[in-house]
């Protein structure tokens, strides 16, 4: 960063105008240019690249640095799954469970070979073995929370740019994750004539993708107490295992969980009561979340940190995302079952590997948007991103740190 620039920081009450803003810039973008609808590019993706375009030119011109408060967008991504866990049942859980073991695998075998791919790349650049892990799992798995914590131990193994590094590969794996998720969706389900299930949209049901659907002040103020009983539950099982256990297990995990319980127990208790999942107001509470939620953090990228380091860099993320997406072409999707469940968790993979859950999940929720629901991936996908890779992410950053 230039030190003679001003910087302004705008509070989160603006920065969530500006998100909602954003978000509308990119809807109308997307509704103007073919591409980005074929291609299932997300509306909050294009208007944060565009936003965070026009932070860049004010940065260049004024000298002006412009940042946003982030505390209310990382309490839009809990609202989000506190309404994906509402829509989740145990019984069709049940019956993927075959599923989520088999992407807990692929993510094992995956965080492994990004780690060796990072550390070749780190030869070649002829840098420090420990700049494998930056190369790595450690900002592409783990994006930018997993480097600002690991940072200080990558430095003592040998790589004193730790953090500058990871944070800037991190950021150009979520621009890579944000516009590739979409296209490799498109061709899976194109090219093998894929169709959701009868069980995935029940009759009589809503579809969480629906755009027009009738929703009523009850409905709505419904799902918002139910969201909300969901969360200040989640709090205390989060203090929980944040005691018991050494992981860093984001907020949203737990408030995820014990939404999937009172969907499953509340109906069954007290069955005279209105429950809303897959109801219209249910899908608006979440799809305004998670739309804002990532145009936010978009719109948010200092792009102009990528400068200095731009040649090494769009290197190592462009060898990591071929090789994620023939990955993700090859394996993944077979290994799952080649149906269009399996070819939606494939697209949110490229979240998984290279950019955020939250871009994963806003790439299915684009793709599931155009051809149909495929409701148990969006709770599948952010089990395995949001618990199951951060612990082999531990050890396999151990591992390659003691090379």
């Not at 959701?196 to 027009?212: L, T």
């Not at 099982?237 to 992981?247: A, I, N, P, Y």
């Not at 979440?286 to 102009?304: K, P």
Request: proline share 6%.
């Amino acid at each position: 960063m230039d030190g003679t620039s001003t910087t302004f920081i705008a509070p989160d009450f603006l920065a969530l105008t500006v998100g909602m803003v954003v978000f509308f810039l990119g809807a109308l973008i997307t509704r103007k240019v073919a591409f980005l609808r074929d291609y299932n590019i997300p509306e909050p993706v294009t208007g944060g690249f565009v936003a965070a375009l026009a932070v860049w030119v004010v940065y260049l011109v004024f000298n002006l640095e412009i940042g946003f408060e982030m505390s209310l967008r990382d309490g839009l991504l809990v609202v989000f799954f506190a309404t994906v866990g509402i829509n989740a049942r145990f019984a069709q859980l049940a019956a993927g469970g075959r599923v989520l073991a088999t992407l807990c695998l692929m993510t094992v075998a995956y965080v492994i070979l990004q780690n060796v791919i990072g550390v070749a790349l780190a030869f070649f650049f002829d840098l420090p073995t420990a700049a494998g892990v930056i190369f790595g799992s450690v900002a592409l798995v783990g994006g930018h929370g997993t480097t600002v914590a690991w940072a200080p131990q990558v430095v003592e193994a040998g790589f004193p740019a730790a953090l500058e590094t990871g944070m800037a590969v991190a950021t150009l794996g979520l621009i890579v994750a944000s516009v590739m998720g979409g296209p490799v969706g498109k061709l899976l389900i194109e090219r093998n004539a894929l169709e959701p299930s009868f069980e995935d949209a029940p009759p009589g049901e809503i579809p969480p993708e629906a755009d027009v659907a009738p929703i009523d002040k009850l409905g709505f103020m419904r799902a918002l107490i139910w969201i909300n009983v969901a969360i200040i539950l989640g709090y205390p099982v989060h203090d929980w295992l944040g005691r018991v256990t050494t992981l860093n297990v984001p907020l949203f995990v737990p408030v995820l969980l014990m939404a999937m319980v009172l969907s499953n127990t509340v109906p069954v208790i007290l069955p005279w009561m209105k429950w809303p999942a897959r109801t219209a107001s249910l899908d608006l509470v979440g799809s305004y979340s998670l739309s804002v939620f990532l145009a936010m953090s978009l719109m948010s990228m200092q792009l102009w940190t990528l400068i200095g380091m731009a040649g090494p860099l769009l290197i190592a993320v462009a060898v990591q995302a071929v090789v994620a997406a023939v990955l993700i072409l090859v394996v993944v999707f077979p290994a799952l079952g080649r149906d269009y469940q399996a070819a939606v968790l494939a697209s949110g993979f490229t979240g998984l590997s290279l950019g955020a859950t939250p871009t994963a999940v806003a790439t299915m929720t684009a793709i599931t948007k155009n051809y149909g629901p495929a409701p148990n991936a969006f709770v599948i996908l952010p089990l395995v991103t949001g618990v199951f890779v951060d612990v082999v992410n531990v050890f396999a950053i151990t591992f390659f740190l003691t090379l």
